[in-house]
């Protein structure tokens, strides 16, 4: 089974600070995926990180995949409060059937 | 374009009964997922379709649960009889091509067991 564990499991923090969620696992992925995914409402995708030591940024956010494939981050400058919700990474594995596999996620909360 | 569409968006039920989640992918989209989250956690995968086919089903408890895809658009998941562990979000999936790629996901439903 192949786990994917996020850090911390709960981030509140002010409105204007930066912050750095942590997606790890033991396993090595083909590609990364995150996730924010807001109450009452299904997951929605923000990027797909698919090279070792890839970064891509989406406006006020960073993404990286870990060299080994095996890690990632995510890093949002100058937090909003609309940048509140729960966010989730997601490994692809395509060793044989190949499936998105969740992180346990990390739940953010911007104060205005 | 409409997106996933799932229903319904909330049950509640007592415990030993039947229930069940409707699912309409994205028009066009051949696979379909259903996935079961856990308050706070990340949702994991029950059964994957390739149009009306299912090609994963590895980790749907196949004593209690049971879902179908006719002809490859809507899919219905049933679960009977319904345990108290099975309070969950039940979500739905598409994407368009065979394989992970890009999933879109429908509200889900809210499954309380009583």
């Known amino acids: 089974t192949q786990l994917l564990e996020q850090s911390p499991q709960f981030l509140s923090i002010q409105e204007g600070e930066n912050l750095t969620v942590y997606c790890n696992s033991s396993s090595v992925f083909s590609s990364l995926q995150w996730y924010r995914q807001e109450p009452g409402e299904g997951p929605v995708l923000l990027v797909t990180?698919?090279?070792?030591?890839e970064v891509k940024k989406l406006k006020r956010l960073t993404f990286q995949f870990g060299d080994a494939r095996k890690d990632s981050s995510l890093h949002i400058t100058a937090a909003q409060p609309g940048d509140t919700g729960l966010y989730l990474c997601?490994?692809?594995?395509?060793?044989?059937?190949?499936?998105?596999?969740f992180g346990t996620g990390t739940r953010l909360t911007i104060i205005p | 374009e409409a997106g996933v569409v799932q229903s319904p968006r909330y049950k509640i039920i007592e415990k030993k009964q039947p229930v069940a989640f409707w699912c309409n992918p994205i028009?066009?989209?051949?696979?379909l997922y259903w996935y079961r989250q856990n308050l706070g956690q990340g949702p994991e995968l029950l059964i994957r379709y390739e149009n009306e086919e299912a090609v994963d089903d590895s980790q749907l408890p196949k004593d209690r649960f049971s879902a179908e895809r006719l002809k490859g658009v809507d899919s219905t998941l049933k679960i009977q009889p319904a345990e108290l562990g099975d309070s969950a979000v039940y979500l739905c999936a598409s994407s368009l091509l065979a394989g992970v790629h890009e999933q879109f996901f429908g509200p889900g439903t809210r499954l309380t067991v009583l």
């Open positions: 997601a490994g692809i594995s395509n060793f044989g059937n190949e499936k998105l596999t």
């Open positions: 990180v698919v090279t070792g030591g």
């Open positions: 028009s066009g989209h051949n696979t």
